[in-house]
């Protein structure tokens, strides 16, 4: 992969987003490395160099905002670590635990997070619904991983009492927030500007129904 020629692209995809350019070292360096694992494992069907740096890298990145004032992020489904890592190299202050039952992409993750010096990252081999850590965290996040309904169902467990699910999306899922399960409710939705990426995006946000 020719980094050299994706930094240009990508450190103007960061200012759009408001976010250092100087990130673009070590998210290129990530994007590198997934895709020299991606060449063996299929890690990821995306394998166009300019398509991961929209497809994965910004789109991960556009919902930084909303994490930036929280403490503890866990990422299901991580697959190979999206958006959990790019938002952990954005993100030095948040601590992510990157939950994926795949044992060759747990692998690639716990490798990147060594090479990357990601000291805030942590990886649970775990299927979702019987990932039980020591503390609740403050939000998840789930991309293209399953409807609304389904990720409550697998990880609603995971999210302290006043925490949240922040769910990436595309068009907004009206049917699937319709049939949120008793106890969740949406507290607001976002929708997202993706540098380089056409497509409608949408941050969902939803909470605990307070007793």
Same mark, same amino acid.
Do not use: C
């Given at each position: 992969?020719?980094? !050299? ?12 987003? #408001? @976010? ?23 890690? $990821?069907?995306?394998?166009? /160099?300019?398509?991961?740096?929209? *497809?994965?890298?910004?789109d991960s990145l556009a919902m930084q905002p909303?994490?930036?004032?929280? !403490?503890?992020? !866990?990422?299901?489904?991580?697959? /190979? ?9 954005? $993100? ?6 990157? &939950?994926? #039952?795949?044992?060759? *992409? ?19 081999? #775990? ?22 309904? @389904? ?10 009492? #006043? ?5 990436? *999306?595309? &068009? ?12 969740w409710r949406v507290s607001a939705v976002h929708?997202?500007? &993706? /540098? ?6 949408? @941050?969902?946000?939803? &909470?605990?129904?307070? !007793?």
């Amino acid at each position: 992969m020719d980094t !050299a020629a994706l930094r240009p692209e990508l450190e103007a995809g960061l200012t759009q987003l #408001s @976010l250092d350019p100087a990130l673009a070292g070590p998210l290129l360096e990530y994007l590198a490395l997934l895709a020299r694992w991606n060449a063996t494992y299929n890690l $990821t069907a995306i394998r166009d /160099p300019r398509d991961m740096l929209a *497809k994965h890298l910004l789109d991960s990145l556009a919902m930084q905002p909303f994490v930036r004032d929280i !403490a503890t992020l !866990a990422d299901l489904g991580t697959g /190979p670590g999206l958006p959990g890592i790019p938002l952990a190299i954005a $993100t030095p202050g948040l601590q992510v635990t990157l &939950v994926e #039952s795949n044992g060759k *992409k747990a692998r690639f993750l716990r490798e990147a997070a060594r090479q990357l010096k990601l000291g805030n990252v942590q990886v649970a081999e #775990s299927r979702i619904e019987a990932f039980q850590p020591p503390a609740t965290f403050d939000a998840i996040t789930a991309r293209a991983l399953a409807t609304l309904p @389904l990720i409550l169902e697998l990880g609603g467990h995971l999210p302290g009492a #006043s925490g949240k699910l922040l769910a990436m *999306k595309g &068009v907004l899922p009206e049917d699937e927030i319709a049939a949120l399960p008793p106890g969740w409710r949406v507290s607001a939705v976002h929708p997202l500007r &993706v /540098p380089g990426l056409p497509a409608e995006r949408h @941050l969902v946000e939803i &909470v605990r129904t307070q !007793a």
